[in-house]
T-cell receptor, first 113, second 112 residues
């Protein structure tokens, strides 16, 4: 049972445009969400997170939006740069003490110069 | 500052051989520790997590086991590797178990 889903395995965007990566979750216990960026043969690096008490969190070019009623979150990258080309994973966790991070299957972003 | 070390970076092992991957964290105490696996073309699958010394939770029944002999050391083991154990293994740590987790550089395991 895939509790965190990233339904788009890949996305191509022109440099300078907006990249929108989507993520859906099914477990209502999740109340904290994270986005990670991963290059091949490296560990994922943390990008940005959002608590369920918020609907938006912004950090530079990266903004995460959370729609709790739809159990949906998205990562916006503006403007997209070639260096953003990587696999992006969303992850969900719970502040209630389960101590687990459940990851989606990832979306491969390619930013075209 | 906190750092996480994971080794080896790559490993080629024959079917039926044992496995031991080690992960250590520096600069923090009592971290939550995690082992994930990324199979080819797939997402990050949680294998084991630990909230303290000797406390191991297994997420997926499989041919692997984990141990935490010291506060900042996490070991992934197998007595006899299978071909299906091939993948990219990642160790991670976090402070609270729900805020950001930090990953090591990973071990590419190929079972032949």
């Amino acid at each position: 049972d895939q509790q965190v889903k990233q339904n788009s395995p890949s996305l191509s965007v022109q440099e300078g445009r907006i990249s929108i990566l989507n993520c859906d979750y099914t477990n209502s216990m999740f109340d904290y969400f994270l986005w990670y960026k991963k290059y091949p043969a490296e560990g994922p690096t943390f990008l940005i997170s959002i608590s369920s008490i918020k609907d938006k969190n912004e950090d530079g070019r990266f903004t995460v939006f959370l729609n709790k009623s739809a159990k949906h979150l998205s990562l916006h990258i503006v403007p997209s740069q070639p260096g953003d080309s990587a696999v992006y994973f969303c992850a969900a966790s719970s502040t209630s003490g389960t101590y687990k991070y459940i990851f989606g299957t990832g979306t491969r972003l390619k930013v075209l110069a | 500052s906190q750092t996480i070390h994971q080794w080896p970076a790559t490993l080629v092992q024959p079917v039926g051989s044992p496995l031991s991957l080690e992960c250590t964290v520096e600069g923090t105490s009592n971290p939550n520790l995690y082992w994930y696996r990324q199979a080819a073309g797939r997402g990050l699958q949680l294998l084991f997590y630990s909230v303290g010394i000797g406390q191991i939770s297994s997420e997926v029944p499989q041919n692997l086991s984990a141990s935490r002999p010291q506060d900042r050391q996490f070991i992934l083991s197998s007595k006899k590797l299978l071909l299906s154990d091939s993948g990219f293994y990642l160790c991670a740590w976090s402070v609270l178990g729900w805020t950001e987790a930090f990953f090591g550089q990973g071990t590419r395991l190929t079972v032949v």
